[in-house]
């Protein structure tokens, strides 16, 4: 949301923005246009985002994934079921993600602080999608393997279930050139909410669960060291996301009525649904420390989590039963794995925890 600034060079800016929406007429952050002035700046806190996210920069190059082959030789045919299935997702999400951000979220939020930040997480999702790339290149030596991997929406059932979802929630703004109507804002804060709590939010958090479950059966350490950094930057994108929410809500608070909650409450209910189906194609009638009905209570936790975050009342009630979810901060299991500790180039202070975010 806009913030209010205390000292005196920043209120200064904040009331030379006031000038500024006077004289541009545009007012709120989903007005049609495209806004290209970064002084007076409108919304501080997306450009302080941006700024964070440049000092989390990684390379794919620094993920030592070695001892994850000797490991793979050691799992049980269902553990690497629930990798190749793991990696097949792990492929195309962070696509779809992409081309939403460059077809969406790009062309309708109206301020060039937000797009600096945009442009960043574009280049992090590309940086996953190598980071996916040479997973699947180092698991599945197998081209054959490969190549279905890579069509995981086509013919992996469970899989094509998340992508219809997602398609279903966000397709429908991509034809929209400008939000005129409180109808197409509508449309537009569903696609935004379908990206952060249920692709970013849920589904990936889903996924993270599964690895951090073999790491803390000290496995697969080159996918855990991946992951960690990953997740920093989705809980960042996430973060990001639900901010612009709440611009929103604070500019236009008649779009949050009964009907919103509503129509959010049944788009995480039914992600929970999809992303339980893929439990069950990853765990099958269940391994030793990880079954369907576990990731059930843990998917409800975490939408329980997003609806709250959201302004929403919870569904669920279900509680984390995962505890190795809960075991260190991201910062801190870079050292757990005795990684360096300047895998980030850079480091953000703080930290992220995975109590306060899994």
Known sequence: MPVTMTTTPEKTETSAAASHTATTGSKNLLDPGFELTLRPMRYPDFYERYRDAIKNTWTVEEVDLHSDVADLAKLSPGEQHMIGRLVAF??????????????TLYKHINSPEARLYLSRQLFEEAVHVQFYLTLLDTYLPDPDDRAAAFAAVENIPSIREKAEFCFKWMDSVETIDRLESKADRRRFLLNLICFAACIEG?????????????????????????????FRDET???????????TVREEEPDLFDEELERQVTDMLKEAVEAELQFGRDLCGDGLPGMNTESMREYLQCVADQRLQRLGFAPV???????????????????????????????????????DDEF
Not at 321 to 338: A, G, K, R, Y
Request: proline content about 1%; glycine content about 8%; overall charge negative.
């Open 236 to 246: 960042m994108h996430m973060n990001f996301a639900f901010s612009v929410v709440d």
């Open 90 to 103: 792990f492929a195309t999400g962070d696509s779809i993600v992409a081309n939403n951000l460059v077809l």
């Open 202 to 230: 849920l589904f990936f958090y889903g996924a993270f669960a599964y690895v951090y479950w073999f790491r803390s059966r000290g496995l697969l350490h080159g996918l855990a060291t991946g992951t960690n950094w990953v």
């Open 316 to 354: 669920y009630g279900s509680e984390n039963p995962f505890s190795f979810m809960e075991l260190q901060n991201v910062q801190e299991l870079t050292n757990f794995f005795e990684r360096r500790a300047s895998a980030y180039q850079v480091a953000v202070e703080g930290s992220v925890s995975f």
